[in-house]
T-cell receptor, first 112, second 114 residues
Framework: QQQVKQSPQSLIVQKGGISIINCAYE??????FPWYQQFPGKGPALLIA?????SEKKEGRFTISFNKSAKQFSLHIMDSQPGDSATYFC???????????FGTGTSLTVIP | DVKVTQSSRYLVKRTGEKVFLECVQD?????MFWYRQDPGLGLRLIYF???????EKGDIPEGYSVSREKKERFSLILESASTNQTSMYLC?????????????FGSGTQLSVL
């Protein structure tokens, strides 16, 4: 059973536009929701993360929106740039647990 | 910054061969992970080690084993490689305490089993 569902699978956005990637999770006990960014030939790297005590977290052009009641969270990339072209993975976990459950990934292409 | 090094970027093996994938981290992290990355399936946990000689199965441990004899090194072993084990393998590490929220990944090993 997929613990975290991610959509869309791929996304093409014009430079300067807003990229939005959505995730939904099953386990209401999850209390840590990170997003990882992966460039070709590299391993994923932590981009931004949120705990469920807040509904939004912003770091520069990247924002996580979190809806606890709907068990959904999303990544918004404002003013998308070609350098943002990468694969993005959402994940969910118990903060003090040992396992991260990753979504299936979204391939983002930002067109100049 | 933390460096997680995987010994091979690309590896080609034959069906039935025993395959070793090596991973070394330089930050004295107790926790280390092996993930498998497949298109459309995301990252799936194969094995987790929370300290030397300690390991736990992840979601897809069948056909794999691991070894953690030293803190900095975590090896993934395919006892008898099969074509359905062709994949990208990612090693990761993290601190179990402060900073535990961040996984540090290696660049991956693309394994092809022919």
């Amino acid at each position: 059973q997929q613990q975290v569902k991610q959509s869309p699978q791929s996304l093409i956005v014009q430079k300067g536009g807003i990229s939005i990637i959505n995730c939904a999770y099953e386990n209401t006990a999850f209390d840590y929701f990170p997003w990882y960014q992966q460039f070709p030939g590299k391993g994923p790297a932590l981009l931004i993360a949120i705990r469920p005590d807040v509904s939004e977290k912003k770091e520069g052009r990247f924002t996580i929106s979190f809806n606890k009641s709907a068990k959904q969270f999303s990544l918004h990339i404002m003013d998308s740039q070609p350098g943002d072209s990468a694969t993005y993975f959402c994940a969910a976990s118990l903060f003090w647990g040992n396992q991260f459950y990753f979504g299936t990934g979204t391939s983002l292409t930002v067109i100049p | 910054d933390v460096k997680v090094t995987q010994s091979s970027r690309y590896l080609v093996k034959r069906t039935g061969e025993k395959v070793f994938l090596e991973c070394v981290q330089d930050m004295d992290h107790e926790n280390m992970f092996w993930y498998r990355q497949d298109p459309g399936l995301g990252l799936r946990l194969i094995y987790f080690s929370y300290d030397v000689k300690m390991k736990e199965k992840g979601d897809i441990p069948e056909g794999y084993s691991v070894s953690r004899e030293k803190k900095e090194r975590f090896s993934l072993i395919l006892e008898s490689a099969s074509t359905n084990q062709t994949s990208m393998y990612l090693c990761a590490s993290r601190s179990p305490g402060q900073g535990r929220e961040k996984l540090f990944f290696g660049s991956g090993t693309q394994l092809s089993v022919l």
